[in-house]
């Protein structure tokens, strides 16, 4: 047992996350508690997994820990709400999760990934371009956030500036209580599908080479996407893919910030560091705070006895900094290897756009190197008031242009 003092546990309230992930927290409960029971205000609570082992465990056990039964968030939906998300491959078990992930697979393999290499430049480029003159700029709204956005509009086939309006709305649907009421978000959700309904109408009137229409002419087993299950594919790519890798980006800049000596690292040898630099990022930012699962059936975890019916979250930030799998793992090293991280989860569900966020993070960070490469902090950087994505909110920085 460790003889840190204990800190609070209170991995709920947005306050815990006002300065990124509640590191001290992870800690002690890795050392003394990693299966933790934790309260809840508004509902049941949870258990609260925090070490590697016990995390890529539970992901890779769909069986005993289910996506269906409850979904992916600590907040119970209600009945409709379930119903309804289950039409989206997030809250899917096996067989019917491994079916419909087969539909989709093929455009995000590392080779599809890799074609979208020449026009994910492109709009690098285009970003940088649009604020290169002013000197200054909010990283997180004037480059994290656009490029993800951009990028989901083109796989969708739909304009750049729908991908930014897009993106808005996914903010909204993760941000904590305090931050945005029940009936903002549920207006933010309604607004995306309705976009996914009128997405399908649109493709099929003018088919275009984009995922958006390969998924309307996707069959499994005959059948086709009922209206309900394409426009939940499409508010998941969205979702799932905006603002995590913007996160990535926002978090990763700021750990070059704070950290000058891997920063001159890692910009005295792009070519060589840049792939382990993304995974260290990946690893220490953690942009998925937690996933949640539903134990299907009375099971034992870290030698707590855990309930069918009971909610247990994978904390992904904890199990990535846990000292057992990562020597000093604390420590920001742009160069670590091995570095077995679980930013994208684990399992059945590992991350679809995984090969897609390392292309976009790798292109993005290259481009500000080189062309801001003065890039530094201008002020205090907050944080997303949200406990199940973390980031900045804000991250003012200046630069000196590069003539020529
Ligand atoms: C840094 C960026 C990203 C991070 C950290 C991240 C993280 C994750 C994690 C942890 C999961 C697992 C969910 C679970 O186990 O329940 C997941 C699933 C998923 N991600 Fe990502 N993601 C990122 C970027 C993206 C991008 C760019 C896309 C799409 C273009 C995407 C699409 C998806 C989809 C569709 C799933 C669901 C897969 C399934 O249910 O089988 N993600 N992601």
Redesign the pocket.
Known sequence: MSTSTTPKIDLISAASYANGQPHEQFRWLRENDPVHWHEQKSARGFWAVTRYQDVWAI?RDAKTYS?YAGG?LLDDPDEFSLQQSRSM??H?DPPD?TRY?TL?SRE?IPRSANALVPRVQELARKIIDDVIERGECDLMPDFAGVL?SY??AE?LGIPLEDGRRLYALTEKMHSAHEAVNEQERAAAGLEMLSYGLNLAEEKRKHPGNDIATKLLNSEIDGDRLTPAEYSFFFL??IN??GD??R??LGGGMLALFNHPGQRRRLQGNLDGLLPSAVEEM?RYV???IY?RRTATCDTELGGKKIRAGDKVA?Y?GSANRDASMFPDADKFDVGRTPNEHI????????????H??RV??QVMLREIMTRLPDIEQAGPVEFLPSNFISGPSKLPVRFTPKRG
Request: proline share 4%; net charge negative; with cysteine.
């Open positions: 992901g996506s992916i491959m997030l899917m999760h992930r989709v995000f993800p990028v989901i796989l998941l790519l799932a893919g995590t890798t996160n990535l990946l953690s942009p998925v996933m994978m992904y930013a994208f989860g684990g399992g059945e569900h590992f991350c679809l756009g995984s897609i966020a976009e993070i």
